[in-house]
């Protein structure tokens, strides 16, 4: 059913040694002089001294010849004091690398830390209608045994309890080819109404998807009292799979970028019902998609599955109606099909094909 979207929303170095000042006394070694000589050394200079006084006295005791006075005098070396010993061995700071020039060649880069890489953008609707990302190749309404359907009655406790049994079938279905091109894949709300209701798109009547808060109107009397579709559930899931086929398209970005094209043609206009012709033909054909998905894994028996087939190639415009948002039964009949037997996206997409096709 068409939906109107909501408008307007370096740390301190370590403290080192100390070293003494360079006017302080040296320290004194054990077992040596004053000057660092070892004292066996000192007690030779001391006797070589006495030796010189001896010979100097005896030199004084009578005249000799200077060949004698040879003879006697003693002659001394003194000794060479030994090498000072080497400084204790300190640690020995390493040599500061040379910095090369830069050249042409060679450019001076400074070296930075690499940042990390940017987080991926959160899912988001992308308003684009043809080329939306939902179109990609390869995108498919994903086979599902996420649930178990309820038993069925037409009435409105036993809708309700069958559309919320098939709801978690259709979020993990549909959510892999949405989050598999980084669309949103959240759960839309589900209200099962008796009458009109007011919503923020508008008010409901029959069943509605509002894209403004995310929920799917199912409208239980209309569906069992007045258009009187029977004790099979069949149809009434080809109505509960279209609806959720309008929540794909709000999720993707089509809804939105497809009403806004739309005010601006004209709501009313003949390019303004092409325009909700193509955006209803695609959610029976998305309807199709989730309907073989639940088939192929035995959720949804062929029986349900034709039975569901066959009630949407009897919605649309009747030309008694006089209203052309739709698309005639045939039409709306034959996209669900498509979708049902090739279940691709961009099989899908009625924004792409010519006019005559969305009749």
């Keep these: 059913?068409?939906?109107?979207?909501?408008?307007?929303?370096?740390?301190?170095?370590?403290?080192?040694?100390?070293?003494?000042d360079s006017d302080a006394p040296l320290p004194q070694r054990p077992?040596?002089?004053?000057?660092?000589?070892p004292g066996w050394l000192l007690a030779i200079g001391l006797g070589a001294t006495?030796?010189?006084?001896?010979?100097?006295?005896?030199?004084?005791?009578?005249?000799?010849?200077?060949?004698?006075?040879?003879?006697?005098?003693?002659e001394f070396v003194v000794p060479t004091p030994p090498p000072t010993p080497p400084p204790r061995d300190l640690p020995v700071p390493p040599e500061r690398p040379e910095r090369p020039e830069p050249t042409e060649d060679t450019p001076l880069v400074e070296p930075t830390e690499e940042a990390p890489p940017?987080?991926?953008?959160?899912?988001?609707?992308?308003?684009?209608?043809?080329?939306?990302?939902?179109?990609?190749?390869?995108?498919?309404?994903?086979?599902?045994?996420?649930?178990?359907?309820?038993?069925?009655?037409?009435?409105?406790?036993?809708?309700?309890?069958?559309y919320r049994s098939a709801m978690p079938c259709a979020v993990?279905?549909?959510?892999?080819?949405?989050?598999?091109?980084?669309?949103?894949?959240?759960?839309?709300?589900?209200?099962?109404i008796n009458g009109p209701v007011d919503t923020p798109c508008g008010t409901a009547q029959s069943s509605y998807y509002c894209s403004g808060n995310q929920t799917i109107y199912m409208a239980a009397a209309v569906h069992a009292q007045q258009e009187r579709l029977g004790d099979s559930p069949g149809p009434y899931l080809s109505v509960f799979a279209h609806e959720y086929g309008h929540h794909v398209q709000a999720l993707a970005g089509i809804m939105q970028a497809a009403w806004d094209d739309r005010y601006e043609v004209g709501v009313d206009s003949a390019a303004g019902l092409e325009?909700?012709?193509?955006?209803?033909?695609?959610?029976?054909?998305?309807g199709g998609m989730l309907m073989a998905a639940m088939n192929r894994t035995g959720v949804v028996d062929i029986n349900t599955a034709t039975a569901a087939l066959n009630d949407a190639a009897n919605r649309g415009d009747w030309p008694q109606n006089g209203s052309r948002d739709h698309g005639a039964p045939e039409r709306n009949g034959a996209w669900m099909r498509h979708g049902y037997?090739?279940?691709?996206?961009?099989?899908?997409?009625?924004?792409?094909?010519?006019?005559?096709?969305?009749?």
Aim: with cysteine.
């Design 118 to 162: 940017p987080p991926p953008p959160a899912p988001h609707p992308v308003l684009l209608l043809a080329d939306n990302p939902i179109h990609a190749g390869g995108l498919r309404a994903a086979d599902t045994t996420a649930c178990q359907l309820a038993g069925f009655s037409p009435d409105a406790a036993g809708q309700e309890t069958y």
């Design 50 to 74: 006495v030796v010189a006084v001896v010979a100097v006295a005896s030199s004084g005791s009578g005249p000799r010849s200077g060949q004698e006075a040879s003879e006697r005098r003693t």
């Design 31 to 37: 077992g040596r002089g004053g000057n660092g000589w």
């Design 1 to 20: 059913m068409p939906t109107h979207p909501l408008r307007g929303a370096r740390p301190a170095p370590p403290t080192g040694a100390r070293f003494a």
């Design 275 to 286: 325009i909700s012709r193509r955006m209803e033909l695609q959610a029976s054909c998305f």
């Design 172 to 192: 993990d279905s549909w959510s892999h080819a949405l989050e598999a091109v980084n669309l949103p894949s959240t759960e839309p709300a589900l209200v099962v």
């Design 341 to 359: 037997e090739i279940n691709l996206t961009f099989e899908c997409n009625t924004w792409a094909v010519e006019s005559g096709q969305v009749s």
